[in-house]
């Protein structure tokens, strides 16, 4: 063991899957909010990769304040048209000048988006559905310095804060999370109707979960009413038999709620997303690190998605302790939920946090003292190895929303 600053405590509650109501959200990767976070931790990944390639090492920068401004769109059975096109500014700061090399940060960050939307959402035609323009100030000198020097292993925190994690996830969390990257995995695959602006919320009170799924269709290959009904009830369908995979309680799954078929008013679009229609977006107001949105967990507010990979403690922090959190959980035994909180002090070396806060929910005839040792140990590892994960982050093997 080190002299890291950890703390064992028993959590005074039931394990959420326990408890008796439950919420969880996913907001799909077309959702508006999604679109952002994922344009910017993509030109996070390129500016990384860029600075690694020219210059040796990362320097600072943070793309974590994009912008979406919604469009209008005229949908249509069989086919409609964007009247309006969707803005995108991506904000931040970046290092442009370094040891006598100028970097085109903003040609990389525009070059990324482009990238980016062309992968997740082709139906999306850049420069026509949606403009993206990309304005990144100089980085901050006073931050670069934090990151300490050429001979320094482990960068400094560049700011006081904490990041949060917890496992393992509830049913009703795998439901949520799983159908939602099925939708918009194997299932659009086959289904090019479903566009991949999917938000499912989940809800349990006892053994009883109901899921509701937000599902944008598109008008392409949606010829009538007929087959958009027909396209709600194979979400449906398919949800149904993802949730039966994770659980014995009962699931209602309920598609597209709000909508009239008498008035003719569905979810129907031309591009698969909200954003296209007045949903406007931005980066941080959707899913936490772990992919979910959980009212009955501890959360942390800072936007994973964009932040720079090396020091910035509201990305690092939260994908480190989410990580901790499913070690403690797959290697101790008697752990039926946890919670790490990670708190950074400015200045300080990432791999040392102010303090690490684990809360153990332990199995029956399991106490705390006898699980103490080992959740340490693992948090002291994995605190240890924390440069590992930007590199991790870097290389796109950790996903942030």
Do not use: W
Not at 26 to 32: D, W
Not at 301 to 309: D, F, H, L, Q
Not at 343 to 354: C, E, F, N, V, Y
Request: contains cysteine; charged residues 25%; aromatic residues 4%.
């Amino acid at each position: 063991m080190t002299d890291r600053n950890v703390r064992i405590e028993p959590f005074e509650r039931r394990a959420v899957d326990d408890q008796e109501i439950e919420i969880v959200e996913r907001k799909g990767i077309g959702h508006p909010d999604s679109i952002c976070d994922g344009i910017a931790e993509h030109v996070s990944q390129a500016l990384a990769q860029t600075y690694l390639d020219r210059v040796g090492t990362v320097l600072h920068f943070n793309t974590d304040e994009t912008q979406l401004v919604a469009g209008e769109a005229a949908p249509a059975f069989g086919g409609g048209e964007v009247v309006d096109p969707i803005y995108l500014l991506i904000v931040g700061r970046a290092t442009k000048h370094y040891d006598g090399q100028t970097i085109p940060t903003e040609t990389i960050a525009l070059r990324a988006a482009r990238e980016y939307l062309a992968e997740t959402i082709p139906e999306l035609t850049f420069g026509e559905d949606v403009i993206v323009d990309v304005k990144l100030g100089e980085g901050s000198g006073d931050l670069q310095s934090v990151f300490g020097d050429d001979d320094v292993s482990v960068p400094m925190a560049n700011d006081t804060s904490y990041g949060v994690g917890h496992a393992p996830l509830s049913e009703t969390e795998e439901i949520v999370r799983e159908a939602e990257r099925r939708l918009n995995g194997p299932y659009s695959a086959d289904h090019p109707e479903l566009g991949t602006d999917v938000k499912i919320m989940g809800k349990r009170e006892g053994d009883e979960i109901d899921v509701t799924v937000a599902a944008a269709m598109i008008d392409e290959y949606v010829p009538d009413l007929d087959a958009y009904r027909d396209a709600v009830e194979d979400v449906r369908a398919f949800v149904s038999d993802v949730a039966a995979e994770h659980t014995d309680r009962t699931v209602r799954v309920h598609v597209n709620t709000a909508d009239d078929y008498d008035a003719g008013s569905i979810y129907l679009t031309v591009t698969g997303t909200s954003a296209e229609q007045g949903d406007d977006g931005s980066v941080g107001r959707g899913n936490r690190a772990n992919g979910l949105i959980t009212p009955n967990r501890s959360m942390s507010m800072e936007a994973t998605s964009g932040k720079n990979p090396v020091n910035h403690i509201g990305k690092i922090y939260n994908l480190l302790s989410t990580q901790i959190a499913q070690a403690v959980v797959a290697e101790v035994d008697g752990v039926t939920d946890l919670r790490v909180r990670l708190l950074s002090q400015i200045g300080r070396p990432i791999d040392h946090p102010h303090v690490a806060d684990v809360h153990v929910v332990t199995a029956d005839g399991v106490a705390i003292a006898d699980v103490a040792d080992a959740v340490e140990a693992i948090v002291d590892r994995e605190l240890g190895d924390v440069s590992e994960l930007t590199r991790r982050v870097i290389d796109g093997e950790l996903t942030t929303f």
